[in-house]
Each structure stands twice: as C-alpha cells, then as structure tokens.
T-cell receptor, first 115, second 110 residues
C-alpha cells in the first residue's frame, strides 16, 4: 500500500534562518507531488506541484522553493524565512496515470513557527 | 480550472442531516468532484468522489445534478466528531494543478 512520510512534525525557526522540509512517498511510481500551506484558521494554499523529477511548478511564494531530486521525494526550502512563512505545511500526492481520477493523499503536516 | 464556491461555515446539532453545497460553474467534461474532510492539525482526508447523479459510501452521499455545476455533500445523522472543515475539489486525471476553495467549517453542537 502507498504511504506518505513528512517531517518534521513541528519546527520553530528564527526569522532569516533556512528551511528544509522533506516528503517521501512509498508504494507508487511517478506520482504528482504537492506542497500546500495553511495559515491559522485559513484554507489550503497551493505552493508548488511536480509532475516528474526536476519538474516544479510554482504558484505563489517568492522566498520558498521546491525540488524533486528523486521520483518520490519532494523538498520544500527557503534560504531566509519570513514571519509570514509561519503555518501548517502539507505534502500530498496523487497518481498521475491516465484514467485514474484525482484523489489526493496528504501527509501529517509540519507546523512551522517563525519567530 | 474549475473554481469552487462553498459556504464559509455551517452549524448543526447531533443527529441531524447536514448538506453542504459546492458551486463549480465551469466544471470540465473530464472533471470529477471530490470532497475532503480536515480536522485541526491534520491533513485533509478523502470522503467521497463522484462524476454525476448520486454516490453513496459508508460515511456520506454525494448528489450531482445533471448539469454538474454544483454538488451537495450529505452527512447523515452527524455527531460531534464530524466537526471539521469540508472541502470540495474539482479536477480530472489530466488536472495537475489542484486548488482548493475556502472550505466549509461545520460545527456540530450537542
């Protein structure tokens, strides 16, 4: 069966520090991968998505970046965190095969507090 | 991309049926409608998915009219544990960019 691992669960970082969040998926091949962010009490904001190794589509953030060095690994990074980067970060995956309808599976999330 | 619109919040009492409607006027032919449930500090989880008419599983029903421009998630006899945020998402197998709407915050009271 497929599983998604996301870590760390919680993170407290000072403003201006770097960030690296990692997500890995097991039990599937060539998944679509997603990073979402959720501010306190708000909805899910799509940050990045990837349809293959090295293929990253960016939606919103200016000081965040994402990379997909391996088929089932998705990394969210920042060189210098801002206060506004605080939030709940969620990694998700879905099958990319033609004929399989979209169903997203989410990780357990990382609660990031930038102080 | 089909944009979705949902009520921001709803209140209910235990044992009642709750219907949450999602509007998606520009849904594409290949798009399915999927509903997710999210509890605080957790990732959303899949509830139900449908293309047209009615779909029912062990936790919910999904009603989709013929024009498919809206859908209604029906939760029978809600309990306190159904207090959560519910999102509808529209997309198909060829939709890579999956954007959620604002979601509906359901509060169930005893």
């Amino acid at each position: 069966s497929q599983t998604i691992h996301q870590w760390p669960a919680t993170l407290v970082q000072p403003v201006g520090s770097p960030l690296s969040l990692e997500c890995t998926v097991e039990g599937t091949s060539n998944p679509n991968l997603y990073w979402y962010r959720q501010a306190a009490g708000r909805g899910l904001q799509l940050l990045f998505y990837s349809v293959g190794i090295g293929q990253i589509s960016s939606e919103v953030p200016q000081n965040l970046s994402a990379s997909r060095p391996q088929d089932r690994q998705f990394i969210l990074s920042s060189k210098k965190l801002l206060l506004s980067d605080s939030g709940f970060y969620l990694c998700a995956w879905r099958d990319s095969w033609s004929g399989v309808t979209e169903k997203l599976f989410f990780g357990s999330g990382t609660q990031l507090s930038v102080l | 991309l089909a944009k979705t619109t949902q009520p921001i919040s709803m209140d209910s009492y235990e044992g009642q049926e709750v219907n949450i409607t999602c509007s998606h006027n520009n849904i594409a032919t290949n798009d399915y409608i999927t509903w997710y449930q999210q509890f605080p500090s957790q990732g959303p989880r899949f509830i139900i998915q449908g293309y047209k008419t009615k779909v029912t599983n062990e936790v919910a029903s999904l009603f989709i009219p013929a024009d498919r421009k809206s859908s209604t998630l029906s939760l029978p006899r809600v309990s306190l544990s159904d207090t959560a945020v519910y999102y509808c998402l529209v997309g198909g197998y060829n939709t890579d960019k999956l954007i959620f709407g604002t979601g509906t915050r359901l509060q169930v009271f005893p």
